[in-house]
C-alpha cells in the first residue's frame, strides 16, 4: 500500500509492499516527468503536480504508465482550470483500456488503467495499434493519447461545473449530452458555414477522383446536416460515434495524438481545410475545431 505522508517541505512516501520509502522536497527534481522511473515516483508525481487525492499504480508497466502520464501533463498545460479535478488515478480489471468516471457529486472525475493490459507496455502497444485498426481510436494516435482521451472527458466535466453550479444539473448534462451535443454542432457548423471553404471544397471535389467519407459528407450537406455531421465524426474514429461525450473525448486524442497544436485553432477555416486536404497525417477537421469550441468554452 503506498502512502504519501506531508513532510516539512516535501512528501515522504513509502510503499509497504515494495519496501520503497523515499523524501521528495518539493524543491528539488520532482516534477521533471521524463527522468522518473518507478510507479512510487510517477503516484507522487500525480498527487504533487495534480492534486490527485488517491493513486494505485500498483503491479502496471513503468513505462506505459509514465509515456501515459507524459500525454495527460499536456492537457493539464493547455486547460491549467482543470487541475485538483482528477481524484485518483487507479487500476481495475475491466473491457477498456483506460476508463473515466466522474465521482464526488460529478465535481471531479477518476481515472483508471486496465489492470491486465497496462502490465506490460508491449501487450497495450498492440492492443491499442489493433483497436486503431478497427476504429477504436483515431489513425496515427499510439496508446499514450489513451490518456488524452480521458483527460478529454476531465475538460468537459470541468466545463460543465464551470457553466453550472447545481451538481443535478451538471448531471443532467453528463447523462443527455446536451452540451457535448452543442459543442460537436457548433463546431460542425462553424466549418461549413464558410463559403471561402465551400468554394475550396467543390474546387476540390470537382478535381479529385476517389473520394473520402468526409468529401461525401461535404456533398451531403447539400442533401443533409445530420448525415453530413455523422459521416465526419465517424471519420474522426467509429467510437467518435458513440456519442458527443466519446466524439469529444477522440477529437482530444486525435489532435494531441497527431501533434496539431491547441494554437493551430486560430488558423482560418480555409487553411484548416488545406491542412486536411493535403496528404500529411493529420488529425480530422472535425477534431481541430471540436477542440477549438472546448477552448473557447473553457475561458
Ligand atoms: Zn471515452
Known sequence: MLKVIKANDGYLITDSESGFEKLYSVKTNLIDLNSVDSLEELSVYAIYTWGVE????????????????????????????????????????????????????????????NSIHYKDISRIEKIYETETLIGGAPVGTKFQHAGIHEMGHLVMLAILNNLHSDSNVVEEHWLTNIETSKIVDEAYDALFND?????????????????????????????????????????????????AHEAIAESFSDVYGNNDLIVSFGQVIGEAFLDFYSNSINSCVLSKHILQVVNERSR
Open 54 to 113: 488517491h493513486v494505485n499504480l500498483t503491479g502496471l508497466d513503468v513505462r506505459a504508465i509514465k509515456e501515459t502520464f507524459i500525454q495527460m501533463q499536456r492537457v493539464f498545460d493547455d486547460f491549467p482550470f482543470i487541475k485538483g479535478t482528477l481524484k485518483s488515478v487507479l487500476h481495475k480489471d475491466m473491457q477498456y483500456m483506460m476508463s473515466f468516471l466522474p465521482v464526488d457529486s460529478m465535481t471531479k472525475g477518476e481515472i483508471y488503467f
Open 195 to 243: 463559403v471561402t471553404s465551400v468554394e475550396k471544397l467543390r474546387e476540390f471535389v470537382e478535381n479529385s477522383e476517389g473520394m473520402t467519407s468526409a468529401e461525401v459528407a461535404i456533398i451531403f450537406k447539400k442533401f443533409g446536416r445530420v448525415a453530413g455531421k455523422a459521416m465526419l465524426v465517424a471519420e474522426i474514429s467509429s467510437y467518435a460515434t458513440e456519442d
